[in-house]
Structures are given as C-alpha cells and as structure tokens.
C-alpha cells in the first residue's frame, strides 16, 4: 500500500521540481520561489521561502551530502544556496543569458551542470563557482539532465527529443533520437544491474517525453573503451506526455509524472506496475523518492506537493537482489528491510526501522537485544534471526580476507568506499584523508613527506574496479 500522509499547499503557482536531502525537502515553482521543509514533520524551515529568481524557478537539487543547494531559473540564472541557513553562496549566470531549465550535481559534487534553452550546457566547478566548460546540443532546448552513478559522464535530454552523451570533459560521445516529440526527463538508477559481464558495469537510464512513453536504457561502463547505450525496453500505463521520472534509491522502483493527473510506480526488474496514484487534479510535473526512507513526493500544477509513504508489503513485492551489493556493516536501513524481506522476515521490517537497524547494529545484535530491545516475543523468530545473522557474520569474515590489497585503505585499512588520490600519489578513503588532513597532518600517511597540494582527487577507476570486484564476490 501507499498512504498520502501529506500535501503542501504554500506555493501559489505551478509546482516545477522537488528534491530531497537526508533531510529536507525542497520544491521550487514559476511563483519564483524555492520552500524548504524538515522531513521529520513537514514544517517549512524558518528561513523558507529562499527568494532571489526574478522569474519562475525550473528546476532544483540537493548536493550528495545535501549541504547546498542549487536553483535554476527562466532569468538566466543558477543559484547555489547553503542548507544550514538559507544564504546565497553564489550566482552563475548562462554565459547566453539564456532561460536556465535544469541543473545537477554530479556524484562527487565538484562539479554542477546546468542546461538552457538556447540548447547551451554548462559545466561548473561546484567549489571555486566559475564557469569550467561550455557546449551546446544543435537543436533544441535542453530540458533534462543526469549523472551516471560513477561520475564520468553524463546524459542530457532536448526537447527535440535527443539524449546526449557527454564526458567529464564535455566531450560529445553520443547523440541519437530517442523521443519523437520530445524529452522531458532523464534519471539513472544509482544500483548496477546485476550480473554483468566481467570488465563491465551495467547502469539502468530511464527517459520520458511528449511521446507518452518511458523508455529504459542499459549504459554499460569499461575504463578503457567507453561506455556503449543499449535501448532495453519501453513502459507503458500513461495515455498523455510524461512529464517526469525518477528511481528508488536502492533501484527497485521508478515512479512517473504524467499530464493525465496521475502517478504510476514501476517495479524496475518486472516492469509491472505497483501502483498508479490520482490524487494531483492537474498535470503532474516532477517526482522524487527520499534517500534514506521510503516516501515519496509529486509536484503539480495544481500548486501542491503530495507526500506518499510505503508500506514494508511494498517494499517487499519489488524482486530483491541476493544481497546488496557491499558489506553487510555498510548496509542501510533499507538494505537491512531488503535483507529482511529476501530472508522471508518481513512482519520484522517495521521493528528493524523503528530502532534504526542498519548493518552495523544488524551485526551486533544477540539474542538478549532481540528480546529485551527490538521485543521480539516468540523464541523461535529469535533463533531463525540469529541464525541468518551468525550467515552473515560468516559471510563477512571471508569477503574481509579476500579482498586485494589495493582496495584498503591505508589510514582505516578497510575496504574503501569512497577512494580519492592524494597529492603523494596513493589512494585514500576520502573521509579518512579528510579527517588526517583536517587535524593539521600536511604530511603523506604512506611517506611522512610534506604533501604538495591537500586536494583530493577522486580516484573512479578504483571506485569501479571495487565495485565490480563486490559484484563479482557476491554472485559466488
């Protein structure tokens, strides 16, 4: 089931985008303004609405960590704001002047692309706010754009119907036709698809258009020659233009916004339809699933945002992956409710999330916290759950020494997640360098050396090189 818990009705014009931080929730509309909400409560924060836009805002989004965020406008303008209180850190303006309809951050957040009208494509250093490169596509207005989860490209959308595929160089690598009438929307799923070929990773890239159409795409990744764009299939359930599109966090759900007034939610690995929604009166302009909690959010042009929360029964008729792919003590609480679900545990979700289990307290627990803390009253679930822990546990033991030397980090000496390359040349988990840095070691943690440079630059290769090893080790 999906209940609407919620609608925010404080615009007082068309509903053009919302996005969601761990925290907040933001939603921007043609009255020029950008709201921002607490997700614990729905409750505007104080300094809402951010006003600067002198015409209608298309579009926002929330940096990976959430700290800024950045708005775009038909004025010509792209708007960074800082989360913690609203203020304005910068304004970069279309080298055109051209009416702005998209921005993203890309995965790492160095970078922030924003596409116009004119059919122009900007890419920004998201630190230092100046301009880095300029394109453009040879028709049309650019009206959708996404990054590929490793960073290394990414993809816009014109309304002449083309997807585009540029490098972090803004690099053209490849155009072709993909709605007659028309793109709308683009989204990647953040999850590999399972089982690919070895030497390759398999990202899901959905688009929408005027066509009425969702069409998914399978981009496949291999460091040395590129990345190849494959059409996989089409999904239909909307009879009028499909305004927007967007992924689950964890991949399992894509969910569309349509000029017929609905919403629909796909399963992503039978493509069947999970739910379709009626509640906007008008067209439904933008959607956008929370990261962290299963809750969903439409905007329309009937000047509100709807708030919709699943159900674990929900979360559960997805098809579930074997396991996620990464260490159980990286999990999230969703990885666990997956893991609960594919263990046949699911009456045990809504326990799990209500005391914040993510893998880490998943490995901890014994059989004195199942009765005492989660209240778990029958014996015998408590032994079935102990037993696939203790699974896991084991799991975990021999993953740890399996894996190559190259993929620890020397500071933590565990498996990185988020690698980077330090001026000494080695490779670091990013948060681990951080926080050697930050408490004033200018020196190399490898050669005692006084480091050249502290910037750190992300080092994808690796991340791919170990994602792919994770995939590959859990298919076994």
Same mark, same amino acid.
């Given at each position: 089931?999906? $209940?609407?818990?919620?609608?925010?009705?404080?615009?007082?014009?068309?509903?053009?985008?919302?996005?969601?931080?761990?925290?907040?929730?933001?939603?921007?509309?043609?009255?020029?303004?950008?709201?921002?909400?607490?997700?614990?409560?729905?409750?505007?924060?104080?300094?809402?609405?951010?006003?600067?836009?002198?015409?209608?805002?298309?579009?926002?989004?929330? =940096?990976?960590?959430?700290?800024?965020?950045?708005?775009? =406008?038909?004025?010509?303008?792209?708007?960074?704001?800082?989360?913690?209180?609203?203020?304005?850190?910068?304004?970069?303006?279309? #080298?055109?002047?051209?009416?702005?309809?998209?921005?993203?951050?890309?995965?790492?957040?160095?970078?922030?692309?924003?596409?116009?009208?004119?059919?122009?494509?900007?890419?920004?250093?998201?630190?230092?706010?100046?301009?880095?490169?300029?394109?453009?596509?040879?028709?049309?207005?650019?009206?959708? +754009?996404?990054?590929? #989860? #490793?960073?290394?490209?990414?993809?816009?959308? =014109?309304?002449?119907?083309?997807?585009?595929?540029?490098?972090?160089?803004?690099?053209?690598?490849?155009?072709?036709?993909?709605?007659?009438?028309?793109?709308? &929307?683009?989204? @990647?799923?953040?999850?590999?698809?399972?089982?690919? $070929?070895?030497?390759?990773?398999? @990202?899901?890239?959905?688009? +929408?258009?005027?066509?009425?159409?969702?069409?998914?795409?399978?981009?496949?990744?291999?460091?040395?020659?590129?990345?190849?764009?494959?059409?996989?299939?089409?999904?239909?359930?909307? &009879?009028?233009?499909?305004?927007? +599109?967007?992924?689950?966090?964890?991949?399992?759900?894509?969910?569309s916004g349509s000029v017929d007034k609905s919403v629909i939610v796909y399963d992503t690995n039978t493509e069947n339809i999970l739910h379709t929604l009626t509640q906007h009166t008008r067209y439904v302009t933008t959607c956008a699933f929370a990261p962290n909690i299963l809750l969903l959010a439409t905007g329309s042009m009937d000047k509100t945002v709807n708030i919709w929360q699943f159900d674990t029964e929900t979360l559960c008729q997805a098809k579930i992956p074997d396991q996620p792919k990464q260490f159980t003590e990286n999990w999230s609480e969703d990885d666990v409710s997956n893991w609960l679900c594919a263990e046949g545990l699911e009456d045990l979700v809504d326990i799990f999330k209500m005391n914040n289990i993510d893998g880490r307290e998943l490995l901890n627990l014994t059989k004195e916290s199942l009765a005492d803390d989660l209240k778990i009253e029958s014996l015998g679930l408590r032994s079935k759950v102990l037993r696939k822990i203790? $699974?896991?546990?084991?799991? /975990?033991?021999?993953?740890?020494?399996?894996?190559?030397? *190259?993929?620890? &980090? #020397?500071?933590?000496?565990?498996?990185?997640?988020?690698?980077?390359?330090?001026?000494?040349?080695?490779?670091? *988990?990013? *948060?681990? %360098?951080?926080?050697?840095?930050?408490?004033?070691?200018?020196? =190399?943690? %490898?050669?005692?050396? /006084?480091?050249?440079? /502290?910037?750190?630059?992300?080092?994808?290769?690796?991340? %791919?090189?170990?994602?792919?090893?994770?995939? *590959?080790?859990?298919?076994?």
């Open positions: 089931m999906v $209940e609407l818990i919620h609608t925010l009705a404080d615009h007082n014009d068309d509903v053009n985008c919302c996005a969601f931080s761990s925290s907040l929730l933001a939603t921007c509309a043609l009255d020029k303004t950008i709201r921002l909400y607490f997700l614990s409560d729905f409750t505007e924060v104080p300094y809402s609405p951010l006003k600067f836009h002198t015409y209608a805002v298309h579009c926002c989004c929330f =940096s990976p960590s959430g700290h800024i965020l950045a708005s775009c =406008s038909t004025d010509g303008t792209t708007v960074l704001w800082d989360t913690q209180n609203g203020q304005i850190l910068a304004v970069m303006e279309q #080298p055109s002047g051209s009416p702005v309809r998209v921005c993203r951050f890309s995965p790492d957040s160095t970078c922030l692309v924003s596409g116009a009208s004119d059919g122009t494509v900007v890419l920004w250093n998201a630190q230092s706010y100046k301009l880095h490169r300029c394109a453009s596509v040879k028709d049309g207005s650019l009206v959708a +754009c996404a990054f590929s #989860p #490793p960073g290394n490209l990414f993809v816009t959308g =014109s309304s002449c119907g083309d997807l585009t595929v540029w490098d972090d160089k803004m690099r053209c690598l490849h155009s072709e036709k993909a709605h007659d009438l028309g793109i709308t &929307c683009c989204d @990647f799923s953040s999850q590999p698809v399972p089982g690919g $070929e070895r030497g390759l990773q398999f @990202f899901q890239l959905a688009s +929408c258009g005027q066509d009425c159409q969702i069409k998914i795409w399978v981009i496949s990744f291999i460091h040395i020659l590129g990345f190849e764009l494959k059409y996989k299939s089409t999904l239909t359930g909307h &009879c009028a233009p499909v305004l927007a +599109c967007a992924f689950s966090h964890d991949g399992q759900m894509l969910v203790e $699974e896991l546990r084991t799991k /975990v033991k021999t993953l740890s020494s399996e894996i190559p030397d *190259e993929f620890i &980090c #020397p500071i933590t000496r565990e498996l990185m997640k988020d690698p980077i390359i330090a001026s000494d040349g080695y490779s670091y *988990e990013k *948060e681990a %360098m951080e926080n050697w840095i930050s408490k004033k070691k200018r020196t =190399s943690p %490898m050669t005692n050396l /006084v480091l050249s440079s /502290v910037i750190l630059t992300p080092n994808r290769t690796l991340k %791919m090189a170990i994602d792919r090893w994770l995939s *590959e080790t859990h298919q076994k």
